[in-house]
């Protein structure tokens, strides 16, 4: 365990200071506090602390401006910024001036605790070479809730240098925002930033959308076409719906990533790879991985930085800011402005959003479009979301578990009792088991013998079931075989 030392604690809340000093006592280090960036200064005159804990927001002045002077000062003053201001800006900012480390508010005692040993321990880290994190994709990314603020720590960590990333997160949740980030605010900001959705492509053009082709390469290629690897040269190339690759097409991709060289499709001349590789899934590759569909080697390559974007359902804390942001670029874009009020946000809240933020997006732009008066009640929004459900198909492309959040969703709107008085299980397995057990008795004209056999079921547990739907059989009762 690192050794007790200094430490000097600066926030104008004195509850905070209170309990931090506590906290960091218990741990055996001297505490010192401050309530304002002058008095900080004071206490500076009698020498450095260890490590510096600070707020962002102090009664006369930003904080991070002062950890930007100390630490251009004093290198190796170890800095751990805190603050309320939950953005992914505030953190890239915490970076950016050199901090340590940086917890959003409000935060765990033993968590900072660490965070303190771990300064005392290794020292601060080198400041990375960022934009200002006021502009550019310090807006593209929003949310304040601790799902978010781990996003925004693991891409302030990794925007400065070339460490390949693999995000993982439901379809709608943004994770080309989050690429886009991470190029936005690295030092490969001023090259392209090159996107290929792998299951947009057919498996037979992935290579040469990826590495290019040469002319006569193969049919219909009437000149040379550069791959997105060259295209996206001394950038950023963005892999999404990775798990959707051909294996085949894996194979190359990972040779292009040990050695850092390629060879378009029909060419000899090998060229140099200059890019970062970000690459995206929906799928669980793991899972992937073991059934034989995704290699291995290749899953390690890319899952260098993992980075696990949250669904909306679990950034709830969320909604009303980013349906507000959608309400007002939408403004913006020359739809009618509009409000929402107290009541349509805790709908708006309490929705699953299978689609996630882009789901809550597309529904606010159709509300600007189509609402008449300027605020949105929770009527208004009640049936926006039943129209929308209505509207998209019980099954299909997304398959049963898309039916079933979507059944649970317009349960959610028509009877929000039903979520918690115990009979959710029973309602929706039967919804789920009635057609399937109906479909299987039709198909073998009644037989229940052979209904059950079909469905990997004995005979007696199938007619308990039928007794319990109450599915009848029209007198047919044939079990012979």
Same mark, same amino acid.
């Given at each position: ?23 960091? *006592?218990?741990? @055996? ?5 401050? &309530? ?5 200064r004071?206490?500076?005159?009698n ?9 962002v ?16 000062e ?11 201001? #939950? ?73 400065? #240098? ?12 943004? *994770? ?20 290929? /959705? ?6 037979e ?22 791959? *997105? ?6 950038g ?44 995206a899934?929906n ?19 890319? /899952? ?18 980013? +349906? ?13 402005? *509009? ?10 809240e309490?929705?699953?959003?299978? @689609?996630n ?7 606010m ?22 129209? &929308?459900?209505a ?14 959040? +979507? ?35 039709a198909?073998?004209?009644? #037989? ?11 005979? /007696? ?21």
């Amino acid at each position: 365990m690192t050794a007790p030392g200094s430490v000097l604690v600066v926030d104008d809340d004195s509850a905070i200071r209170t309990v931090v000093a506590a906290a960091l *006592k218990r741990e @055996g280090h001297r505490v010192t506090t401050a &309530a304002s960036i002058a008095e900080l200064r004071r206490v500076l005159v009698n020498g450095l602390p260890d490590v510096l804990v600070t707020d962002v927001v102090l009664p006369d002045g930003n904080g991070l401006d002062v950890v930007a002077a100390l630490v251009d000062e004093h290198p190796t003053l170890p800095v751990i910024v805190f603050s309320a201001q #939950n953005t992914l800006a505030t953190a890239v900012r915490a970076t950016e001036v050199g901090a340590f480390d940086y917890l959003p508010k409000p935060f765990d005692l033993d968590v900072l605790a660490q965070a303190v040993r771990g300064a005392m321990a290794r020292g601060r880290r080198q400041p990375a070479d960022l934009p200002d994190a006021e502009t550019g994709a310090g807006t593209s990314l929003i949310g304040r809730s601790p799902a978010m603020q781990e996003v925004y720590r693991v891409i302030a960590r990794v925007v400065s #240098n070339d460490l390949t990333v693999l995000i993982s997160g439901e379809s709608g949740t943004g *994770k080309e925002l989050v690429a886009k980030a991470i190029h936005d605010l690295g030092p490969r900001r001023r090259a392209p930033f090159v996107a290929l /959705n792998m299951a947009a492509i057919p498996r037979e053009l992935i290579e040469a959308e990826l590495f290019g082709h040469e002319r006569g390469a193969f049919t219909g290629a009437a000149a040379r076409v550069a791959g *997105k690897f060259e295209q996206a040269a001394g950038g950023t190339l963005f892999l999404d719906e990775i798990g959707d690759m051909p294996m085949d097409a894996q194979t190359r991709l990972l040779r292009v990533l040990q050695s850092g060289e390629f060879t378009t499709v029909g060419g000899a001349r090998t060229i140099r790879a200059d890019v970062r590789i970000v690459a995206a899934t929906n799928k669980d590759l793991n899972q992937l991985v073991q059934a034989g569909q995704f290699r291995e080697d290749l899953f390690y390559r890319l /899952n260098v930085v993992p980075v696990a974007l949250p669904s909306l359902r679990e950034r709830r804390q969320d909604v009303q800011l980013l +349906a507000r942001h959608f309400l007002d670029r939408a403004a913006e874009d020359g739809l009618p402005r *509009k409000q929402l009020d107290r009541d349509a946000v805790a709908v708006l809240e309490a929705f699953d959003w299978p @689609g996630n933020v882009r789901q809550l997006e597309n529904l606010m732009r159709r509300i600007a479009a189509l609402s008449r008066d300027e605020w949105i009640d929770s009527a208004t929004i009640r049936r926006a979301l039943g129209e &929308a459900n209505a509207a998209m198909p019980a099954m299909g492309d997304a398959g049963i578990e898309a039916a079933v959040r +979507a059944r649970l969703e317009r349960i959610a709107i028509e009877e929000p009792g039903a979520l918690d008085d115990g009979s959710l299980y029973d309602r929706i397995i039967g919804e789920v088991e009635r057609p399937l057990i109906e479909a299987m008795l039709a198909r073998h004209q009644h #037989n229940q013998l052979r209904a059950a056999r079909a469905l990997g079921i004995n005979r /007696n547990t199938l007619r308990k079931r039928l007794d319990t739907l109450g599915i009848g059989l029209g007198g047919r009762q044939d079990d012979s075989e």
